[in-house]
């Protein structure tokens, strides 16, 4: 690979890199051996193929990852993609702990990624659970029947966005601590913002 084809924003990543430097630069090779190209989003470094996101190498306190965007999608002969929660639905990592593992698998994390480029190439897309599919916590439910605005801006929001609050909402076990995160961020939705933004 040429040096045109790296970007010097994830040189800049790469730089500052604390932890897992020289895996993350094993993993850069390797994706770019591929023929992607490569570019940075959500401060990672990420590659993409006709303007579509296949892989990003990101990392943890615990181990650093390929993340496959479609990975749901794939084979994974080798059984090595790990779904990060139940509600992530369509992203996939391939973990790892130290750089001799990347150096063992480099075939085989190919073999992935040449994959991951064909179910794109494909036109393959992961069918999404609709947000009408999860249950809105009745503390929720009763803000939006009781202020107009606040249904008609969060149904306004992209579904992802929907589902990003519904699931923050529903996760604490304590009634007082759902209503304490809907009232935190009802100015949020209603500034037509999600979760994070």
Not at 39 to 59: A, Q, S
Not at 94 to 116: G, P
Not at 151 to 161: N, Q, V, W
Request: aromatic residues 10%; contains cysteine; proline residues 3%.
């Amino acid at each position: 690979m040429t040096n045109s084809s790296r970007n010097p924003k994830v040189d800049g990543f790469l730089r500052k890199a604390k932890t897992w430097r020289e895996e993350y630069e094993k993993l850069r090779n390797i994706v770019l051996d591929c023929e992607l190209n490569e570019e940075f989003k959500w401060m990672h470094p990420c590659y993409t193929f006709e303007d579509k996101n296949i892989v990003l190498i990101h990392g943890f306190k615990e181990y650093c990852a390929l993340l496959f965007h479609k990975g749901a999608l794939l084979q994974d002969a080798h059984r090595i993609l790990i779904q990060q929660t139940e509600n992530v639905q369509g992203a996939r990592q391939i973990r790892f702990t130290n750089v001799q593992e990347i150096v063992e698998m480099e075939t085989i994390l190919k073999a992935y990624i040449h994959e991951a480029i064909e179910v794109e190439k494909a036109g393959l897309e992961v069918i999404y659970k609709k947000t009408t599919a999860y249950i809105i916590p009745e503390e929720f439910q009763n803000k939006l029947d009781a202020i107009p605005a606040l249904k008609a801006a969060f149904e306004a929001l992209t579904p992802g966005r929907q589902r990003a609050y519904i699931l923050y909402f529903s996760v604490p076990k304590q009634s007082k601590t759902r209503e304490s995160r809907i009232e935190k961020s009802m100015q949020q939705i209603l500034g037509g913002k999600g979760l994070n933004d």
